[in-house]
């Protein structure tokens, strides 16, 4: 038995993510002690190595815990495995399409400025060609797609 201090030097994971993943429902002590101190049996580990090599496909914790789940359940976890993994792909070709679309607005952009003069330093603006993209009421697609783009890349990122 590992106390959680131990047991996060050994699996290279903090102390209070390891807190956090129990608080998730992801990781239990095999003992807790009078004192509140958390035990850990060595069986644990493999937990935190499947975890870590979860997040490594980008599985999120919510992902990893419904794995965990029908595991726990007694049902085989590669199926769920194989439909995560299925609808990790489905996100990521939409992703690359997005992409795309905001590198063709980035270009569409830079060959209608490639010919513009530059902004002189007296005027209030900082930079003309940035006013343009950031005009909320504006109906360019290409601003559209910059803006969807942002929002959906910051969405990914922290979810």
């Known amino acids: 038995m590992l106390k959680i201090g131990e047991f996060a030097k050994q699996t290279g994971v903090s102390v209070g993510t390891l807190r956090y993943y129990e608080s998730l429902g992801l990781l239990e002590p095999s003992q807790r002690a009078e004192n509140g101190y958390r035990y850990y049996e060595d069986a644990a580990i493999f937990k935190i190595q499947f975890i870590k090599k979860a997040q490594a496909l980008q599985f999120s914790l919510t992902d990893i815990k419904q794995i965990l789940t029908t595991c ?3 049902n085989p976890a590669c199926l769920t495995v194989k439909k995560l993994l299925n609808e990790k792909i489905d996100q990521v070709d ?25 902004d002189q330093p007296d005027i209030p603006k900082l930079c003309s060609l940035i ?6 009421l504006s109906n360019d697609d290409s601003a559209i797609a910059i803006t969807s783009m942002t929002k959906s890349m910051t969405k990914r990122r922290f979810s």
């Open 72 to 74: 726990e359940q007694g």
């Open 94 to 118: 939409s992703e690359i399409q997005q992409l795309h679309e905001f590198k063709a607005a980035l270009k569409k952009y830079r060959d209608q400025w490639s010919e513009r003069t530059l």
């Open 131 to 136: 006013d343009e993209v950031a005009t909320p």
